[in-house]
């Protein structure tokens, strides 16, 4: 057999083997898709739920350097104001060299003795001497002053660097929560996708109608239940922590936003931040935070008003109503509403004010 024919039955071999690898791959990965089925509704909602709660923990962890960035900024500004002012003192001192300069520059063309010597009049001439002397000395005076001033400038600039690099580090973790958050809620839609209209069309009803439940559930303007809820308390109107619950209460049905605080959204530590200052006690906009800045209870001490903390670490806020209810904004995708206490697990419990 002649060497080209037995290179020819090669390449038909090769292009044959290559033809079905080919197959065999398209084969694979179609088999791959088709190993990726729909979800269920129900494994659909546990994983949009699951990665909503993924997307609040992240949320929480962003709000968490609020705190940080606030204190941060606020450094620089004062840094920034120190700055100015002590920018004004070293302009002042060096107008004050030029003026001395200037006066002794008036004198410093011929040596003192040949002046005493050319003068019609020694005694004039040795009083002006002592002035041009007192010259000298506040000019070497105000020299020091200057590189005092100049020395404070300079560090004071430095430690504005400083801050700045600081405060964008914080900013630049808090934007990496922030992606985070965002991830989550990409991939929870795109689980939402993966299921048929009518299902999703299902989903937003029930939301839509839980929504409104909540609604119906706030109170009338002078704190009156509207709803027929048995288990929730008649709080007395009175006391922060009564002020505090009927706050929360009146924005029931109100959606979750990351980072809101009102007037019509919230986040979990942003609906008990609100809830807590309608009663005159100021709270951060983090629940981390929010967990040191009142006295911790016991479960048998929890009053109406308590804040509930959940998860470990810290991810999750609620005001507690009584009667092993709280009120809350749970997650991404939901509305304020009204839950078992021990619907998560808790951390701990602590009381505002």
């Known amino acids: ?11 038909i071999a090769l292009a044959a083997i290559t033809s079905t690898a080919v197959a065999a791959g398209v ?9 990726d089925p729909k979800p269920t509704l129900a494994d659909a909602k546990k994983q949009v739920a699951a990665l909503e709660h993924q997307a609040e923990v992240a949320g929480e962890s962003a709000n968490d350097l609020r705190g940080q960035i606030t204190a941060s900024q606020a450094r620089v500004n004062a840094l920034k104001a120190g700055i100015a002012k002590q920018q004004g003192q070293v302009d002042a001192v060096k107008r004050q060299i030029g003026s001395l300069a200037v006066a002794g520059y008036q004198t410093s063309g011929i040596s003192t003795t040949a002046q005493l010597l050319l003068s019609s009049n020694p005694d004039q001439f040795l009083s002006q001497a002592s002035t041009a002397q007192a010259f000298a000395g506040q000019q070497n005076s105000a020299l020091r002053r200057y590189q005092i001033a100049q020395g404070k400038l300079t560090d004071l ?12 580090a914080v900013q630049t ?6 992606k985070q958050l965002q991830t989550n809620l990409d991939n929870a839609q795109k689980v939402l996708d993966k299921l048929s209209e009518a299902d999703r069309k299902r989903i937003e009803e029930e939301n839509k109608k839980a929504a409104e439940e909540a609604r119906k559930q706030r109170p009338t303007r002078d ?4 709803s027929d809820d048995k288990n ?4 007395p109107a009175s006391g922060r922590g009564a002020i505090a619950i009927n706050a929360a209460l009146s924005q029931l049905g109100d959606p979750y936003v990351w980072g809101a605080d009102g007037p019509s959204s919230y986040d979990c530590s942003g609906l008990t931040m609100y809830a807590w200052a309608k009663a005159g006690v100021s709270l951060s906009h983090s629940s981390k935070a929010q967990a040191g800045e009142g006295r911790r209870v016991s479960r048998s001490e929890l009053a109406p008003g308590d804040l509930v903390f959940y998860y470990s670490p810290i991810s999750h806020v609620a005001l507690y109503l009584g009667n092993g209810r709280i009120v809350h904004a749970p997650r991404p995708g939901k509305s304020v509403e009204i839950a078992p206490l021990d619907e998560m697990p808790i951390n701990t419990m602590v009381r505002p004010g």
């Not at 973790?173 to 922030?178: D, E, L, R, V």
Request: glycine share 8%; hydrophobic share 35%; proline share 2%.
């Open 27 to 35: 084969f694979l990965i179609q088999g791959a898709a088709d190993a």
């Open 173 to 178: 973790k808090q934007n990496g929560f922030k």
């Open 1 to 11: 057999m002649s060497i080209g024919r037995v290179n020819r039955t090669k390449g």
């Open 232 to 235: 929730l308390p008649n709080i």
């Open 157 to 168: 600039q430095a430690s504005e660097q400083t801050e700045l690099s600081a405060l964008q």
């Open 223 to 226: 704190s009156e239940r509207t």
